[in-house]
């Protein structure tokens, strides 16, 4: 028996306004789901808040239930950590080495019953035991990032009670570590991106006035890191900073400010988090994320996790694999038989929103799930570059497209193209 911690806010509105239960997941996997109910409701249209009791509640192996403990993780939060970058067939095989730590430890903190109980599948059905408990006939659900990849879980499963699924900046029906992969090609691309627009203010950053010259600026400051880190922060807490960036545009100033600094001063303090990473709920994060994923279906093998490196070294001489996180499945100690269900002839449908250049789940994934939930409409932002986009972007068109399908449970009859603001504006100096 596994408890569910769930909260709830009651909606606003009248009896008459009233449409049922949203519950509402924020990512992952691994995310606290708990406080995102308070949090994601604020952000809500009104018109919603009136409509819906938000439900939020932490994962199976997360936060408050049952959370996974996978004690070191193979030296993952280690200060400084280890180059996660390997460039020569040594460091290929202590990068192996590593994964397989990692899977060692799993199996030793969370237990061999955890690490096949804590299944996006298992969640789904969680997330039924919910809407029994609350009494609603039907699950009506907004889920952003993998919350996308546990509601086409959910729409699959129980198709006759999935209600009106908003499906937010979504994960695509792939295997987890082809998902990875093609978020690291992803990352590459927006990064490009990232060095033209940094080039775009050099009075401000003073890292070059062209993408090259901020190309060559950033490698500068790889490797200084990883020959000398300083206070504990390497290449691959470097890695995790611009990983985390490169999803939001409002980011991208801060990790120019950071770079800038680092090169001029080798101070690091615009660089670090403002939360460590090896607090306890960064540790539960990392331990549910390989969980769950490693979970969810059969992983690589270690060939082609090194292949998959190889292939991004390919592209760039510094891929972000920070995201890489499906690779310790290669050596996991539970192998189940099959993949995630993902829709299909007789899945419930959903509205599914995307932003047409958001890196942290490439467009590519929203448009293959469509064609997997029947009747299914898509949402896209277009000259948008971020993650999370429904009462997220402030985005009109998005939002009254999405707002009318969660009052009327009526799907627009086509997909919906929305235009986005593109890329910040410099501050004027």
């Known amino acids: 028996m596994l408890d569910i911690a769930v909260s709830r806010v009651r909606a606003s509105g009248t009896a008459a306004e009233r449409r049922g239960a949203l519950l509402v997941n924020p990512g992952g996997p691994g995310g606290s789901g708990l406080p995102y109910a308070v949090t994601k409701r604020a952000k809500l249209p009104e018109q919603v808040r009136r409509a819906y009791d938000v439900v939020g509640f932490d994962p199976r192996g997360v936060g408050h239930s049952a959370p996974a403990d996978c004690g ?34 799993c199996a030793h903190g ?41 509601g086409a879980a959910y729409a699959t499963l129980f198709p006759d009670r999935a209600g009106r699924m908003v499906l937010d900046s979504v994960v695509g029906p792939w295997s987890w570590h082809d998902f990875d992969v093609r978020q690291a090609a992803a990352l590459l691309r927006q990064r490009e991106v990232l060095f033209g627009w940094l080039a ?36 691959a807490e470097f890695d995790r900073a611009v990983y985390r960036a490169l999803g939001r545009t409002e980011r991208w100033a801060p990790l120019g400010d950071g770079l800038r600094d680092y090169l001029r001063t080798g101070n690091v303090a615009k660089l670090r988090p403002a939360a460590p990473f090896g607090d306890a709920a960064s540790r539960n994060y990392e331990a549910a994320n390989r969980v769950v994923k490693c979970a969810d279906g059969p992983g690589p093998s270690p060939r082609r996790v090194v292949a998959d490196l190889r292939g991004l070294r390919r592209l760039d001489p510094y891929p972000l694999v920070t995201g890489l996180e499906a690779s310790a499945c290669a050596y996991w100690h539970h192998r189940p038989r099959h993949r ?82 593109g890329l910040p504006e410099h501050e004027a100096r």
Do not use: K
């Open 110 to 150: 969370a237990g061999p019953a955890a690490l096949g109980a804590l299944s996006t599948e298992a969640t789904a059905r969680d997330m039924d035991a919910i809407r029994a408990a609350l009494g609603e006939p039907r699950t009506h659900f907004l889920g952003l990032s993998y919350g996308s990849y546990l």
């Open 340 to 421: 995630t269900p993902l829709g299909g002839p007789r899945a419930a449908s959903a509205l599914l929103v995307a932003s047409e250049h958001d890196p942290v789940t490439p467009l590519a994934g929203a448009r293959q799930l469509a064609a997997r939930l029947p009747g299914a409409r898509l949402v896209t932002l277009r000259d948008d570059y971020a993650h999370g986009v429904f009462a997220s972007r402030g985005n009109p068109c998005v939002d009254r497209a999405t707002t009318a399908y969660l009052l009327t449970g009526d799907l627009p009859a086509a997909d919906v193209t929305c235009r986005g603001a």
């Open 72 to 105: 070191p993780m193979g030296g993952l939060f280690a200060s400084p950590g280890a180059d996660p970058l390997p460039t020569d067939a040594a460091g290929e095989r202590r990068h192996l080495t590593a994964l397989r730590d990692l899977a060692d430890d």
């Open 200 to 235: 775009g203010d050099p009075g401000r950053y003073g890292l070059g006035e062209s993408a090259g010259q901020v190309r060559a600026a950033y490698a500068r400051a790889r490797e200084r890191l990883a020959a000398r880190p300083v206070d504990g922060f390497g290449p």
